[in-house]
């Protein structure tokens, strides 16, 4: 029953930012994990970053002192801060409820 409506991809040079939202409506945001996935051409969807309902944080490898994952339950949202993006981060980005529902994805491209 959840949906879940994303915002703040688009083009961005290497070195510069992005902020990714993902707002939920429903139910049932507070107490289920939320999760940002991604998928370059050619490659399989993988887990970026994940955050559980108590603020625990995990990270691919990857990304790791580059993005941050955060969630703020009074706005039933989830974001992602990416920072110093290189070419490589060029994919398209999902949000993922913890029920197994996916938000529409949104771009991200890293380019000259």
């Known amino acids: 029953q959840v949906q879940l409506v994303e915002s703040g991809g688009g083009l961005v040079q290497p070195g510069g930012s992005l902020r990714l939202s993902c707002a939920a409506s429903?139910?049932?945001?507070?107490?289920?994990?939320m999760g940002w996935y991604r998928q370059a051409p050619g490659k399989q969807r993988e887990l970026v970053a994940a955050?559980?309902?108590?603020?625990?944080?995990n990270y691919a490898d990857s990304v790791k002192g580059r993005f941050t994952i955060s969630r703020d339950n009074a706005k039933n949202t989830v974001y992602l801060q990416m920072n110093s993006l290189k070419p490589e981060d060029t994919a398209v980005y999902y949000c993922?409820?913890?029920?197994?529902?996916w938000g529409q994805g949104t771009q991200v491209t890293v380019s000259l």
């Open positions: 955050i559980t309902s108590g603020g625990s944080t």
């Open positions: 429903g139910s049932r945001f507070k107490n289920f994990p």
């Open positions: 993922r409820h913890g029920t197994g529902t």
